[in-house]
């Protein structure tokens, strides 16, 4: 009866180091979109302190192509979500909303873990540089006037 327990746990295992896989290169997929998305926004600042409008406008169609890119990775990562283990949608729910999971995947969650946390660190810079361009060009009207930190 152990020996099938034991058994069991195993492929258990490797089916989770397999997901947590999977999903890591889901994350890492949704990192690159948010990095150039952030370095998209700085160019956009950068476009908008010399009032180059025509820049503005091309950077602003690059950017929304890697938000849409973004937007499939995250429907991707929720379809995984929802087709887990109650326990282990749990954990990837709380990491991937900015909260500390415990390390309890191996070093596949850990992977999991510390992608979640730079792509929150990429948004977080992104949000904070559209915060300021906006609350700069609408003044009392901007979008954030009444915002907190929203999660994308």
């Not at 020996?3 to 997929?29: G, H, T």
């Not at 990095?35 to 091309?58: F, H, K, P, Y």
């Not at 946390?117 to 915060?131: F, H, L, N």
Request: glycine share 6%; proline share 1%; net charge neutral.
């Amino acid at each position: 009866m152990q020996k099938q327990r034991r058994e069991r746990d195993k492929v258990m295992e490797e089916n989770y180091s397999e997901l947590m896989l999977e999903i890591a290169k889901l994350l890492q997929k949704k990192y690159t979109c948010m990095s150039e998305i952030n370095r998209l926004t700085e160019e956009m600042a950068e476009e908008l302190s010399r009032d180059d409008r025509v820049s503005v406008q091309m950077t602003l169609g690059m950017r929304g192509e890697e938000i849409e890119k973004m937007q499939d990775c995250n429907k991707h990562l929720s379809l995984f979500v929802e087709n887990v283990s109650p326990e282990m949608k749990d954990w990837l729910l709380k990491v991937l909303e900015g909260g500390q999971g415990s390390p309890k995947y191996g070093k596949e969650g850990m992977l999991v873990m510390r992608l979640a946390a730079s792509i929150r660190t990429a948004w977080e810079k992104t949000m904070a540089i559209d915060r300021h361009m906006n609350k700069r060009l609408a003044g009392a009207d901007s979008f954030y006037a009444d915002k907190q930190n929203q999660v994308m």
